[in-house]
């Protein structure tokens, strides 16, 4: 017997019919509830931010010199440093200038959040995704998930939604000196070699589409392969990734190996794993460069 | 950040409450966490209501969707569209009982963007374009996932040609009702 879309409209009818009527005024009180628990979360966020740069600030005023190793990448960083004699007012400026914004492709709503809104990484609870930051000479590499602190929602903006980034920042987390968005493909994890830096993400049911980042640390390009989902990808169309700084290459390979953990480096490119006890699964070999 | 709703905000969720809570009970396919989503989407439409320009309702509609995917996200483990979906016979002709608890059943098992694909296209009737709007996708995808979410339903391939990411020029919107 063939079904037919009328069979799924009267399926969807009938069992929103069948759906008892929400009290408005639970639900109001529900949503009060929330933003007064995201009020409190966010002044705590920015408590927590406050209270670092005072911190940094004191060792700062004793290591001044420290500062002249940093190299910002890209002409763009500029505007946006945090004086640390201005530690409040600055832990509320916004992250980047629009001038930064528009060099690195940032949307300017994340761009005007503070620092202490826009700098936050995953939970360790949110799952065994491996390693989110790094130092290295040029700066502190990390992955950042705006607009959520402890797995609460800060961020009332649809920009925020699947959205992660790699950043590079002054050591004290003060400045970003240089971004790179991953709207639809948050970054899992981190991994830093003496040529590039390196980042993925496996997909999952909410966003299926995997990928795998580098980032030349002498030039600062990026270069990102997206494997995307066999069953439902959101990149099934390569214009969806037509804008975005840098250069993204569409791969319709759907590899199989584990792409949410680190790869190894191999001598003859990054190595990821298969799933251990998921017969099919098999081994992934890219170009450390070219990601091919 | 105000502890009082803005102004229109309750009359809002009085009139258009249940039709948002309809959607995300079709999404969610619980009663719980679909007043859970509800609530969520409304406390961030709340942030910004006087900001929010022209529809609110699609507007909270539209984070209702976004929301629910991205709470998937964090939820599933992989669940796949099952193969074995059982097939009526003929004795199930006529029984709209059946085919309803078969096909939402089936939706149960969807990833998530194709389940709120096909929740905006064919319960709320929206165009692909809206759809695509609304999920914040290209219009392609939308094709692409209804595709999709229709084969695994196994509703009639000849009622559904069209939907997929290849359209035809015979592809057409009147085709798909």
């Known amino acids: 017997m063939k079904r037919t879309l009328d069979d799924l409209r009267g399926a969807l009818r009938e069992d929103a019919d069948d759906t008892a009527y929400p009290d ?12 007064v628990a995201t009020r409190r979360r ?18 700062a005023s004793t290591h001044s010199t420290q500062q002249g190793v940093l190299r910002p990448a890209g002409k763009g960083t500029t505007g946006t440093a945090i004086s640390p004699t201005s530690s409040r007012t600055a832990s ?72 992660g980034e790699l950043l590079l ?37 909410g966003l299926p589409d995997s990928m795998v980042c580098r980032v030349d640390r002498s030039t600062g390009e990026l270069g990102v392969a997206v494997f995307s989902s066999a069953t439902d990808s959101s990149f099934g169309d390569p214009r969806a990734l037509a804008g975005r ?26 190595l990821f794993d298969p799933y251990p006890n998921q017969a099919g699964s098999r081994p992934l070999r890219l170009d450390p460069v070219t990601l091919e | 950040m105000r502890d009082t709703p803005p102004g229109g905000f309750v009359d809002f969720v009085i009139a258009r409450g249940p039709a948002l809570h309809r959607t995300a009970v079709l999404l969610t396919r619980q009663e719980e966490s679909a007043e859970d989503l509800v609530q969520i989407a409304l406390a961030k439409a709340w942030q910004c209501w006087d900001r929010i320009d022209g529809n609110h309702e699609a507007y909270v509609r539209r984070i209702i969707v976004n929301e629910f995917a991205s709470a998937w996200r ?30 939402m059943a089936a939706l149960a098992t969807l990833p998530p963007r194709q389940r709120a694909v096909l929740v905006l296209r064919f319960f709320h009737d929206y165009t692909e374009a809206a759809t695509a709007e609304a999920m914040g996708i290209t219009i392609g ?32 919107e009147g085709m798909l009702l």
């Open chain 1, 24 to 35: 408005a005024d639970a639900l109001v009180a529900g949503a009060r509830r929330r933003v």
């Open chain 1, 42 to 59: 966010r002044l705590a966020a920015l408590g927590a931010a406050t209270a670092a740069v005072l911190v940094v600030a004191g060792v």
């Open chain 1, 92 to 163: 509320l400026a916004p992250s980047q200038s629009a001038v930064d914004a528009r060099v690195y492709g940032i949307d300017p709503a994340i761009a005007a959040l503070p620092i202490a809104v826009r700098v936050l990484q995953p939970h360790p609870a949110s799952g065994p995704l491996g390693t989110t930051q790094t130092s290295t000479p040029e700066g502190l590499w990390l992955v950042s998930y705006p607009g959520t602190f402890d797995g609460a929602d800060l961020g009332a903006s649809p920009q925020l939604a699947d959205y």
């Open chain 1, 169 to 205: 920042m002054t050591p004290n987390r003060s400045r970003i000196l240089h971004a790179y968005p991953f709207r639809g493909l948050p970054p899992q994890w981190l991994l830093v070699t003496p040529q590039a830096v390196y980042c993925g993400r496996q997909g999952d049911g």
């Open chain 1, 245 to 270: 700084p840098g250069r993204w290459r569409l791969d319709g390979s759907h590899p199989t190996a584990d792409l949410q953990h680190r790869p190894r480096i191999a001598a003859d490119g990054l």
């Open chain 2, 74 to 103: 964090r939820r599933w483990r992989g669940e796949l569209p099952t193969a074995d979906l059982p097939e009526l016979t003929g004795d199930d002709h006529g029984d709209g009982v059946s085919m309803h608890q078969v096909l």
């Open chain 2, 141 to 172: 995808t939308v094709k692409s996932q209804t595709f999709k979410a229709l084969a695994a339903l196994r509703i009639s391939e000849e009622l559904h040609e069209g939907a997929g990411p290849e359209p035809t020029g015979s592809a057409r």
